[in-house]
């Protein structure tokens, strides 16, 4: 059979497919599956960063060199095979790209290296976002190295820090473990004339002159390169390799003659050796959130972005790649610049062929991707969170929250929760970004006589307060000021800072409104305007680290209600999606980004989309599920050990910990299978070490609780012993079996709503089986794509697999069938409007229905919601026709009296009127994808 016409832009997009880069699945590991894929209805193969990263990294986002596809993934001959494969089978490449950071620290990105070495001399140094006058003075000109294990002179004294010279290319650095610091090679004198050398002590004669008299930069690093040439050769002689050995015994650090000697050297660089925690209160540089092997890159600089993305661009000029994700784009100094000259790149690059764009962003429940920016969409968290919040029960949202405040005694709200975790976050992890950010504003204070006497400290107090109630991540501020989403957003911020801050800060809140954009930039003179941006741009680069690390990366982990809605893009404040609600973005993302990615599992997702499914249904079941807790915690309280600050684990961590085991519950495991139960526990105690650290109350990664962490691991080991008289692993078994068939519905509904909304599915790797995974790195276990391409090439209808639901197939085959109908009406899908359909009757708010519609065709999406209560302890994952009894949906007058064809059962349904019997529709599948016939 002839392949189809490649078709890789728009027009041809119709599913992704991501997977995940590492040497354990290199590009050739992709190859095979390509076939599998096309098969499944992808048409886009969406891979995670694959230019070279730093060694060993398991997600690539750790980029040490922007010119050269990663060695450990194959490089670019394989993928230049992938490439092949993928064309043969008619299928796109989308790459996710990463123009924030790099990966620093070690001894592999030689643009680091180079700032390191040369300082503000080098061509880099604006490569990087580095503070050269910084409020501490000991760092002008230089830059905070904060990676050493140790405070420094414990480092210097332990002989780990030691001078070396390269045989290579003719440099001497200092090496600590696998950090590499080199020397600036107007010091290297200071090292060579120690050494009775005659032809070495002339070299170093002339490189102490590179910095001395050469001040053009061109010229300098010419010179410095001639004499390192000059000292390789000297140091392949006997007398020269002596003495290079004898300068460099001058500075070893077991002596303290050399100890000092190295230390006077090292002082002399341009960057300043720190204990790594000194990071959190001094670092002169940005970093990824906090952390610190990661340095923030200035993008916005034409010689930037040209240098980041001469590779993507000519990979995309050559049609290899079709289409590009932007990784944290509100990292980046002017996120709308940025993509709108992404998008003027592409274009030029690869004229006729429009370009494709997703941004990860974080959008708040009431907020919007801005449609300025000339992008696609985002990369799906919105619509992850619409598509698990839909399918949860507001009624339950009272009593979980009693339940959880009850056994807690935690605040009630989670916006309660954030808040204190911003407090935190400030303080303990970005508080030298917040000094920076406050040293911004200071700046600008020193511009008028009015506001100079305000303090650097009183800016920092108000600034805090304000990013305490920041509602979003960040703000989009110009020259021309805020627009008036940002305004109404800061407004809040604003007010709320007002009612935190001291009284006699509050005269700042006014100055911070003015400054951040509420006076136009552009109005100023051209120093304060520069200035005035400079501290825009630091806010917002702030602002968004800070939601990231207090709300994701530890609210997330501190509240858990439950923990289902505690999810990437969600806001675990709102407990469910209202239908209404559901369908007013599903439209609103037609209108604007049709072609938006939609995800409902990500390589970040926290836990599974199946566990969060499953877990739904405990907002249906919440008196059940609160009877049940209550009873476990009073069972194992036994076996919580106290600790000089409290028992442990903490209740909620208990809690937590309760929903985790019956939420990713292996289907089919059975109590007494104790190799299995073993190994799901493993997983279930690597997930509670990562969720207690990063929820930082007793523990956290920079100085873990030992103590704390193995008392919560001998809890679930305990709670969980075969031989228990409680049988808690039978009761934790039984309740996961309980809600698993309902959970299944609410998968299955899950995968349909992503297939035919509105936007581009998007299947995250080895997830069209059941996605039972927790936080990574267990969502990135390798994947049996054996099983799946069998389960594909069977080809067994879904309503055949129903009776054997929980081996996953009748997902696939639900996800399969609808991709085959995107494939086959795509201006439907693509182009198609979306109608909310309503029902009528009992069990009303347990349908979600929609019709997409295209001049003479349409589909109608049918899926069960809130089944918890209905379904009963039934083994099956389907209501009984007689439940829907008297419930019907209401099609629209343009639709009525039709025959439609379920693309899912190929069963064939004539209406003869409007209104449509959902028993009828929902007989045989939970779900249905009814095409007009």
Not at 25 to 42: H, K, M, N, S
Not at 731 to 738: D, P, T
Not at 887 to 915: C, F, K, M, N, Y
Request: hydrophobic share 45%.
């Amino acid at each position: 059979m002839a392949n189809p016409p490649r078709d890789t832009g728009p027009a041809g997009l119709r599913a992704t497919a991501r997977l995940q880069f590492h040497a354990g699945f290199t590009l050739d590991d992709a190859v095979p599956l390509v076939p599998y894929l096309a098969r499944l209805g992808i048409s886009h193969l969406y891979a995670s960063p694959i230019l070279k990263a730093r060694p060993g990294s398991t997600h690539g986002y750790d980029i040490v060199d922007h010119d050269q596809i990663n060695p450990e993934l194959g490089g670019e001959p394989a993928f230049r095979r992938l490439s092949a494969a993928l064309k043969e089978a008619g299928l796109g490449f989308v790459l996710d790209i990463v123009p924030n950071h790099m990966g620093v620290g070690g001894a592999d990105n030689a643009w680091w290296l180079d700032v390191l070495e040369w300082g503000r001399q080098s061509p880099y140094a604006t490569f990087f976002d580095i503070d050269w006058e910084p409020p501490d003075r000991s760092l002008s000109n230089r830059m905070l190295a904060p990676f050493l294990g140790a405070p420094y002179g414990e480092v210097l004294a332990s002989g780990d820090l030691t001078l070396r010279f390269d045989r290579t290319d003719g440099r001497f650095h200092a090496q600590y473990f696998e950090h590499r610091f080199p020397i600036a090679p107007q010091h290297y004198h200071h090292i060579l004339q120690a050494s009775d050398d005659p032809q070495l002590a002339e070299l170093a004669l002339e490189f102490g002159r590179v910095g001395l008299h050469i001040r053009d930069r061109a010229q300098a690093r010419e010179r410095a390169a001639a004499l390192r040439g000059a000292l390789l050769a000297r140091a392949e002689t006997p007398q020269g390799g002596a003495g290079i050995a004898a300068a460099l015994a001058g500075f070893d650090p077991k002596e303290e003659e050399g100890r000092q000697a190295l230390h006077r050297l090292l002082e002399r660089q341009h960057y300043r050796l720190a204990w790594w925690r000194a990071a959190a209160d001094e670092i002169n540089w940005r970093r990824f959130f906090d952390i610190t092997s990661l340095a923030g890159m200035r993008v916005e600089l034409p010689e930037v972005f040209d240098a980041t993305h001469e590779l993507i661009l000519k990979l995309y000029a050559e049609g290899v790649v079709d289409g590009l994700r932007i990784d944290h784009v509100d990292g980046l100094a002017d996120p709308r610049g940025y993509c709108r000259k992404l998008h003027r790149r592409m274009q030029a690059a690869r004229p006729g062929h429009q370009p494709l764009i997703w941004v990860e962003k974080i959008l708040a429940p009431f907020e919007a991707l801005r449609t300025d920016w000339m992008v696609d969409g985002t990369t799906g968290y919105d619509f992850m969170d619409e598509a698990s919040g839909v399918l949860h029960d507001p009624a339950g949202e009272a009593p979980l929250t009693a339940l959880w405040t009850e056994q807690t005694r935690r605040p009630p709200t989670f916006e309660e929760e954030a808040r204190l975790a911003r407090r935190q976050i400030l303080r303990d992890n970005l508080a030298s970004e917040l000094n920076g950010t406050a040293a911004a504003l200071k700046r600008v204070a020193m511009r008028d006589l009015v506001t100079r006497d305000f303090t650097l400290t009183g800016l920092r107090r108000a600034l805090t307060e304000v990013l305490v109630h920041f509602p979003v991540y960040r703000l989009y501020i110009t020259q021309g000021g805020r627009g008036a989403d940002d305004k109404r957003i800061l407004d809040w911020a604003l007010a709320g800072a007002r009612r935190t801050v001291r009284a006699t800060d509050r005269p700042l809140i006014d100055l911070l409104d003015s400054w951040l954009g509420g006076e136009p930039p552009r109005s100023l003179p051209p120093v304060q305007r520069r200035e005035r941006l400079s501290a825009a741009v630091r806010f917002q680069q702030l602002s968004a680290p800070v939601a990231a690390k207090s709300v994701e990366d530890t609210a997330f982990y501190r509240y858990g209600r439950l923990i289902s809605r505690n999810e990437v893009g969600s806001d675990p404040g709102r407990f469910a999606v209202t239908p209404a609600g559901f369908h007013g973005s599903a439209r609103a993302r037609a209108r604007n980004f049709p072609r938006a990615l939609l995800a409902t599992a990500t390589h970040d997702h926290k836990r599974g989309e199946d566990v969060r499914a499953r877990l739904a249904v405990l907002s249906e079941l919440h008196e059940d599920w609160g009877n049940a807790v209550r009873r476990w915690s009073r069972l194992n309280a036994p076996l919580r050990k106290d600790l000089p600050d409290g028992a442990a684990p903490g209740m909620s961590a208990q809690l937590m910990l309760y929903q985790t085991l019956v939420g990713a519950w292996p289907l089919g495991l059975l109590p007494a299978d104790g190799d299995g139960v073993d190994a799901f526990l493993q997983r279930v105690c690597a997930w509670q070490e990562k969720a207690l650290r990063e929820a930082k109350r007793r523990t956290e990664w920079a100085v873990p609780n030992t103590e704390y962490e193995a008392a919560c691991r001998d809890f679930v080991t305990a709670m969980m012993a075969p031989d228990r008289a409680s049988h808690m692993r039978e009761e934790i078994a039984a309740f996961a079996a309980r809600i698993a068939a309902a959970g299944a519905v609410n998968g299955l509904s899950q995968a349909l709503l992503r297939c035919a909304a509105p936007g581009v599915p998007d299947l995250y790797q080895g997830t069209e089986f059941w996605d039972l995974s927790l936080v990574d790195p267990d969502n990135r276990r390798p994947v049996d794509w054996a099983a799946r391409a069998r389960a594909l090439e069977a080809a067994a209808p879904p309503a055949e697999l129903l009776p054997h639901w929980q081996d996953g197939r009748v997902k696939q085959a639900v996800i399969a069938r609808a991709l085959a109908l995107r494939a086959a009406r795509p201006a439907l899908f693509a182009e198609g409007d979306y109608q909310p359909v309503a029902a009528a009757g009992p069990l009303a708010e347990h349908v979600l229905a929609f019709l997409r519609t295209h001049r003479k065709g349409a589909a109608l999406v049918v899926a069960t919601r809130l089944p918890g209560a209905r379904l009963g302890g039934s083994p099956l994952p389907l209501l009984p026709a007689a439940e829907w009894r008297g419930t019907e949906l209401l099609l629209p007058a343009s639709w009525e009296a039709r025959h439609w064809q379920d693309v899912l059962t190929g069963e064939g349904l004539h209406v003869p009127g409007d209104r449509l019997p959902v028993g009828q529709v929902l007989a045989r599948l939970p779900v249905a994808l009814l095409e007009v016939g």
